[in-house]
């Protein structure tokens, strides 16, 4: 085992009716809030009048953002936190998925500092302080929720990078899975493609550790027999909660005590598409993980074999494995190869010269050119 700091201040409120104590928790934290959503679906399944007709009721002052992207930028950041220092905001409340929640996380920090927000992606500037942030989680899939993480794109820079720091977890999370039962079926299955994601990422981080292995098996194994179920049933309350559950548990830290690192080569790689072609994150991930595998079987064919046996409970070689997760991935419907997509062009050069100049890299398995060129001959 490698030597790990356990830590995560976020306070989870899971479940159903929650939201029945969201002004006491606000409250905590002062009255003029700063309310931060994305495109529209928190308007379409009435949350945002719900919220909003609450807060007033109870006597907060409201100030909103709304627009934030999927595969957030940080135009979006900058002009919320402009809002926030404006209005002299005393907290912040996030509703959507992980574009929203990770926007918020970064705006938190921006208010406080005259610096631009991307600084805190550079390291030209650290956060010094927080306003405090609070969020509802409408999609299952980052695990945003309970972790310091965010990642935003910056299309000048031709960067999509990320951000954590100890200030930036989300002090309170409200985790209604009844809020999820709106997310059309794609998203649903990204959302469990990238809970998966996640704990391979642990997995082929550095650290041996048999207990956390198993928690890692056993959030992959939850995703297994009820993403499916899920997809098949997406008003399934049930199905919702184990979901949503599943995948906070898979990015708040445990799937990595005992290790050093994570790997995150894939993760890193997925957001090149994301930003050259705003492939959803979840989408991302299908497409690069059979390939990353395939490509650095030799490095890592010990844990890839491991994880098959793990998962499918039986001896199967590296190869049937990765042929087996690449048919989990196909049977929730996500994509495993770019061409899935059906983007015009010629897309190897620029995801070649993307990847160099974002430093795509892992953690433990470390990626060179070649390594690029062979990865995206796979994936393509
Ligand atoms: O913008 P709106 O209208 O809200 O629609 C969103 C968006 O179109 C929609 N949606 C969200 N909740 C819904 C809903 N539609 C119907 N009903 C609901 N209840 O779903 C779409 C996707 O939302 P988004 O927030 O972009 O998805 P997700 O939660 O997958 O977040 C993706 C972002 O998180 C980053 C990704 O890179 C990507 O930018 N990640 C963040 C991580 C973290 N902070 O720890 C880790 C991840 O690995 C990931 O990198
Ligand atoms: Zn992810």
């Known amino acids: 085992m490698e030597n790990f700091i356990a830590y995560n201040p976020t306070t989870l409120h899971f479940g159903r009716n929650i939201l029945t104590i969201l002004g006491a928790t606000l409250e905590e934290y002062g009255n003029r809030v700063l309310l931060v959503y994305g495109k529209g679906s928190v308007r379409k399944s009435g949350l945002y009048d719900k919220i909003m007709a609450d807060l007033k009721m109870q006597g907060f002052v409201v100030s909103e953002y709304g627009g934030i992207k999927s595969n957030p930028v940080i135009e979006d950041v900058e002009a919320a936190a402009a809002i926030g220092r404006e209005r002299h905001v005393d907290v912040i409340l996030a509703v959507g998925g992980g574009s929203v929640i990770d926007s918020s996380k970064i705006i938190s920090v921006t208010i406080p500092v005259q610096n631009p927000a991307w600084d805190f992606f550079t390291g030209k500037a650290k956060p010094v302080s927080a306003i405090p942030l609070v969020a509802i989680l409408t999609l299952a899939a980052t695990g945003t929720e309970m972790n310091p993480f965010a990642v935003v794109t910056n299309h000048a820079l031709g960067q999509k990078s990320a951000f954590g720091s100890p200030l930036t977890f989300p002090k309170h999370s409200f985790l209604d899975p009844g809020l999820t039962i709106t997310v059309p079926l794609d998203y649903t299955a990204y959302g469990v493609a990238d809970l998966i994601a996640h704990c391979f990422e642990a997995w082929f981080g550095i650290g041996e550790t048999t ?58 790689a997925g957001h090149i598409l994301s930003l050259l072609y705003d492939v959803p994150h979840g989408a991302s991930l299908t497409i690069v993980y059979p390939a990353w595998m395939r490509h650095f079987r030799d490095r890592t064919g010990n844990r890839i074999a491991q994880l098959g046996s793990g998962l499918f409970d039986k001896q199967l070689t590296v190869e049937e494995t990765i042929d087996h997760i690449e048919d989990l991935f196909k049977s929730l419907g996500c994509p495993t190869h770019v061409s899935d997509l059906k983007i015009a062009g010629d897309l190897r050069k620029p995801i070649l010269e993307s990847m160099i100049h974002n430093k795509v890299n892992g953690g433990n398995v470390k990626m060179n050119e070649e390594d690029y060129a062979a990865l995206i001959a796979l994936f393509l």
């Open 211 to 268: 207990l956390t292995d198993r928690f890692v098996i056993s959030i992959v194994k939850e995703a297994m027999e009820f993403g499916p179920k899920l997809l098949g049933d997406l008003k399934n309350y049930k199905y919702r909660e184990k979901i949503m559950f599943a995948a906070t548990m898979a990015l708040n830290g445990m799937t990595m005590y005992g290790r050093s690192t994570g790997d995150w080569g894939v993760h890193s």
